[in-house]
């Protein structure tokens, strides 16, 4: 294994794909341990559905870029954009603004 100095964006791409399949996967359990301040076990689904939509946001830019890599600056932008008009629930909420952060 390799460690990496720097990202690329397709390397962020594939993070946040990553993230969201861990997400999908252990949502369940996310989703019994959310007891505060409301026990609605909703935030493993709420932190997933926010993530479905980052990734809604970033298909189209790997696709303006086919046999290239896109810009940092426009993977950044679908991150930031689909979390914050895709986030549900408080815990999505939170999700996006780390998110958002992270890509700043």
């Known amino acids: 294994m390799t460690t990496k100095r720097y990202l690329t964006p397709?390397?962020?791409i594939e993070v946040i794909s990553s993230f969201h399949e861990l997400l999908r996967t252990h949502e369940?359990?996310?989703n019994r341990l959310n007891v505060y301040p409301v026990p609605d076990g909703d935030t493993g689904t709420n932190m997933s559905l926010t993530l479905e939509s980052v990734i809604?946001?970033?298909v189209p830019v790997g696709k303006l870029h086919v046999g290239s890599e896109p810009s940092m600056e426009s993977v950044c932008q679908a991150v930031a954009r689909?979390?914050?008009m895709g986030a549900r629930g408080n815990s999505g909420v939170i999700l996006s603004q780390l998110l958002r952060g992270?890509?700043?």
């Open 10 to 12: 397709s390397d962020l």
């Open 28 to 30: 369940e359990i996310i």
């Open 56 to 58: 809604g946001e970033l």
């Open 82 to 84: 689909g979390s914050l």
């Open 102 to 104: 992270f890509t700043s």
